[in-house]
């Protein structure tokens, strides 16, 4: 028979979730230190081990979790799915335009196929009111979504530009904070 468990793990109920921009600060460094960390290895062979935007998905939903928690959920997934197309064109803004080289596609460099084909999708456009139909609170729902959804494609274009040396790192372009310090490690007594 089974019965209810309680969760023994009390830091769920003590820790805050981190609003979105702390969250995708966190995201975003942590890739410029992992592109700075396993650069230069052969990533193109590996398919772009070092371009996921799993993170800036999980910051969107992390932040859609304290809309809903919060005493205003449409307003706050409003606001969410704005800031959202915010930090989109943060990132469209440090985009370069990628290079037509000559040449078949198969010829290209793979960087530079995939570049352009993530370019194009970042910049790309909505058909129409995809969320339209819903009841308020899953339009708003669905609205922060899609605007996750578009700031993660801008993410990706930008993390293969990076890997490939054609952007500056993040916090030097400016759209997202420079990484705290690092504090030196205590050492052990001898």
């Given at each position: ?12 109920a ?17 890739y410029?230190?992992a ?9 193109e ?7 996921n935007v799993?993170?800036?998905?999980f910051?969107?939903t992390?932040g ?5 928690r919060?005493e205003?959920?449409?307003g ?19 985009l ?8 078949a596609?198969?010829e290209?460099?793979?960087?530079d ?8 999708l ?16 899953m ?6 979504r ?6 993660r494609?801008?993410?990706i ?5 990076r890997?490939?040396?054609k ?9 997202i904070?420079?990484p ?8 052990r007594?001898?």
């Open positions: 028979m089974l019965g209810s468990v309680a969760c023994a793990c009390p830091c769920a003590q820790d805050p979730l981190p609003d979105f921009a702390t969250c995708l600060r966190g995201e975003i460094l942590r410029e230190q592109v700075t960390a396993f650069a230069p290895t052969p990533a062979t590996a398919g772009y081990p070092l371009a799993a993170g800036v998905e910051c969107g992390v859609i979790v304290i809309c809903d919060s205003e959920p449409l706050c997934q409003k606001a969410l799915a704005v800031e959202q197309d915010i930090w989109r064109a943060r990132v469209l803004t440090e370069p335009e990628p290079e037509d080289a000559e040449g596609e198969e290209k460099p793979f960087a196929v995939l570049y352009k084909q993530l370019f194009d970042a910049h790309g456009m909505s058909a129409g009111r995809d969320c339209a139909g819903h009841s308020p609170r339009e708003m729902w669905c609205r922060a899609e605007a996750n959804g578009r700031l494609a801008a993410v274009a930008w993390q293969v530009a890997h490939e040396g952007v500056a790192p993040a916090f030097e372009a400016g759209w904070a420079a705290d310090p690092v504090r030196p490690r205590a050492r007594e001898e």
